[in-house]
Nanobody, 122 residues
Framework: QVQLVESGGGLVQAGGSLRLSCAVS????????MGWFRQAPEKEREFVAAITHGGGGTYISNSVKGRFTISRDNAENTVYLQMNSLKPEDTAVYYC???????????????WGQGTQVTVSS
């Protein structure tokens, strides 16, 4: 069983920054591709970013490209989402996800965290 626990969410003013963390336990962390997703109230879940098992490849959605970066520390079993220049429309619950397959980040990853709230005030 794989457990994912997000942290780092909160309330920030527009233009500010936050760094989300997702700690993973239960299986060798490097076995998993990782991703971040978000869901705003009354909206569908949205893909944000993904990173390959070793961290050598990343993909950022166009909606946050240039502002968000994804990284991972396989020694610390943690994946990060650095969010800069935050906008009110970034307000959402942010979830991290894990899957043995990087390609599954574009469909339905197998494991999910409980989510962390990010609220950006104008």
């Amino acid at each position: 069983q794989v457990q994912l626990v997000e942290s780092g969410g909160g309330l920030v003013q527009a233009g500010g920054s936050l760094r989300l963390s997702c700690a993973v336990s239960g299986r060798p962390f490097s076995s998993y591709a990782m991703g971040w997703f978000r869901q705003a109230p009354e909206k569908e879940r949205e893909f944000v970013a993904a990173i390959t098992h070793g961290g050598g490849g990343t993909y950022i959605s166009n909606s946050v490209k240039g502002r968000f970066t994804i990284s991972r520390d396989n020694a610390e079993n943690t994946v990060y989402l650095q969010m800069n220049s935050l906008k009110p429309e970034d307000t959402a619950v942010y979830y991290c996800a894990a899957d043995l397959s990087y390609g599954s980040m574009w469909s339905d990853p197998e494991y999910w965290g409980q989510g962390t709230q990010v609220t950006v005030s104008s």
